[in-house]
């Protein structure tokens, strides 16, 4: 399926409730307010959409701003996925001030498998207590070699080297991501959204349009849009990618 322009997502949704034919979307209020939810669902779907490319940036992760957890560093706002689970950091030497080497993900269980076999606290390992009030330890005296996140918005990362910094540097980090993009509420602006995502968008557009403004449904829609948006949770993942079966690694070599 090609994609769509709002104004024709909205005279689709008019077909279905029946509603006044316009040829555009300030031609009523309901297709206004239509084409309102249309913007918000649009940032619904690419929000958890593995699929969703949106627009590649290199940027840096943001502080976390607890020095309790060294460790951690923040997904900015914006961002829909780390492509590729694609981070470096620049472990910056005397003889190099720019040294980007890149961080290896692991799958949450296998990163908590790799920290669990350090048992000792001693003047290398430092504790480190998770929003779940969960401890662990980090390694203090070497950059980070592994990351992962629990929750798609925190970076947890192994280790860190104290003898550089108190914490993991913000400004050391290199990600390439994609981030959203704007959706304008025009009659010619193109749904960006790739084929396979365009029909599953416009029926969860028009289920939520008939729901809230005509307190209507429509069986047909109703179940083609409920599949999608199960199918689009199931497979939401903001960091990594989803896979069937346990992966040891967010990115093949």
Do not use: W
């Not at 206004?32 to 669902?41: D, E, G, S």
């Not at 203090?140 to 990362?157: C, L």
């Amino acid at each position: 399926m090609n994609p769509k322009t709002l104004l024709e997502v909205i005279q689709t949704y008019l077909t279905y409730s029946n509603g006044t034919e316009v040829d555009s979307i300030h031609s009523s209020d309901e297709a206004y307010q239509a084409a309102v939810i249309a913007k918000k669902m649009f940032y619904t779907v690419t929000d958890k959409s593995k699929d969703f490319q949106g627009t590649s940036k290199l940027i840096t992760l943001d502080h976390l701003g607890d020095l309790s957890k060294p460790n951690y560093l923040v997904i900015p706002e914006g961002v829909n996925h780390l492509r590729d689970a694609l981070i470096k950091y620049n472990n910056s030497s005397p003889t190099k001030r720019i040294n980007y080497v890149q961080v290896e993900y692991l799958d949450p269980r296998d990163f908590v498998d790799k920290l669990s076999t350090r048992t000792v606290i001693s003047s290398r390992y430092q504790e480190v207590t998770n929003f779940d009030n969960v401890k662990y330890l980090v390694d203090t005296e070497k950059h980070p070699q592994y990351f992962t996140s629990f929750d798609g918005k925190h970076i947890v990362f192994d280790s860190y080297d104290k003898s550089e910094d108190s914490a993991l540097q913000a400004s050391k980090s290199q990600v390439l991501c994609n981030v959203s993009t704007e959706f304008v509420l025009e009659d010619t602006f193109v749904i960006p959204l790739s084929s396979n995502l365009t029909s599953g968008y416009e029926d969860a557009v028009i289920q939520e349009c008939l729901l809230a403004l005509r307190q209507e449904t429509n069986a047909a829609v109703s179940r083609r849009a409920n599949a999608f948006m199960t199918k689009l949770q199931q497979n939401h993942r903001v960091v990594g990618n989803k896979s069937t079966g346990r992966r040891k690694y967010g990115r093949r070599r």
